[in-house]
């Protein structure tokens, strides 16, 4: 099983960007299918986007398609969001997760089994 840190999130202006990262531990991360959540005050933890192992399926929340890129690098065992033109209500603690099974067009929590701590991020406007 895998380990997952998030990092890079912090404070930006509304329409600015930031790159979150997620570094997995152990030699299996390759055959992973891994998303992005987020979780903003008083709400529910939301999906965000999500790759499969290969990065052959992506798919993203209707609220970030054309904003935000998921990507990853398995030599380096790791997986970005690119959060572009970002708005206030992107505000939220991202969270980065992890799965074995194949996941839905519109991934839930439950879909994955192993989440990183989380990486705030702020949008003032």
């Known amino acids: 099983q895998v380990q997952l840190v998030e990092s890079g999130g912090g404070l930006v202006q509304a329409g600015g960007s930031l790159r979150l990262s997620c570094a997995a531990s152990g030699r299996t991360f390759s055959t992973y299918n891994m998303g992005w959540f987020r979780q903003a005050p008083g709400k529910e933890r939301e999906f965000v986007a999500a790759s499969s192992w290969s990065g052959g399926k992506i798919v993203y929340a209707d609220s970030v398609k054309g904003r935000f890129t998921i990507s990853r690098d398995n030599a380096k065992n790791t997986v970005y969001l690119q959060m572009n033109s970002l708005k206030p209500e992107d505000t939220a603690v991202y969270y980065c997760?992890?799965?074995?099974?194949?996941?839905?067009?519109?991934?839930?929590?439950?879909?994955?089994?192993?989440w990183g701590q989380g990486t705030g991020v702020t949008v003032s406007s």
């Open positions: 997760a992890a799965s074995r099974v194949v996941f839905s067009s519109t991934p839930r929590r439950y879909e994955f089994d192993t």
